[in-house]
């Protein structure tokens, strides 16, 4: 019995790296959100005609999150002038909090796409475990890199990371 314990043990673990690495280098999975409008999206969907997609995991109560989002967005412009990237903002407010989503979304004016993972199910299926957390999809929509956490200047590497996958260097 103790043998057979322990060959489960090694294949759970073995499934949860595969699965693991399948994610780390394929798209994002079969999963919906809402919209600011409540209306369900599967972000299958998530599509910018074969240019990069950044999405930033982040949440209404979550200050490196927003201060990530604020540096983005100065410069949002001139990132999409020079690589056509698109970023979609996807907070993991629950019923609590979600409610201040609009609102904090409108007074910073951010021109991103903004949804809710409000039942955290993206979150898990890509085994996040904070906010702030950002994906890096290519024109395929294949995850190519991820960050968790912020510290100012990263979104100089991450500018440097799309204008890269734009240009096919």
């Not at 060959?7 to 280098?25: D, G, K, R």
């Not at 968790?148 to 991450?158: T, V």
Request: proline residues 4%; contains cysteine.
């Amino acid at each position: 019995m103790k043998k057979l314990a322990a060959l489960l043990t090694v294949l759970l673990f073995c499934a949860a790296i595969v699965h693991a690495q399948s994610i780390q280098n394929d798209r994002l999975p079969n999963v919906q959100v809402k919209d600011l409008n409540g209306k369900l999206v599967n972000v299958n969907s998530f599509s910018n005609n074969n240019k990069p997609i950044v999405v930033s995991f982040w949440a209404t109560w979550c200050k490196p999150c927003i201060t990530e989002l604020e540096a983005i967005a100065d410069e949002y412009g001139d990132w999409q002038n020079s690589s056509g990237v698109k970023i979609i903002a996807v907070s993991i407010d629950d019923a609590r909090t979600s409610a201040g989503i609009k609102s904090l979304v409108s007074s910073r004016g951010w021109p991103y796409e903004i949804y809710n993972d409000y039942n955290k199910d993206l979150y898990r299926a890509l085994g996040i475990a904070n906010v702030p957390y950002t994906l890096v999809l290519n024109g395929e929509g294949k995850i190519v890199e991820r960050h968790a956490g912020y510290n100012p200047g990263d979104e100089h590497h991450l500018l440097d990371v799309v204008r890269k996958l734009a240009t096919g260097r």
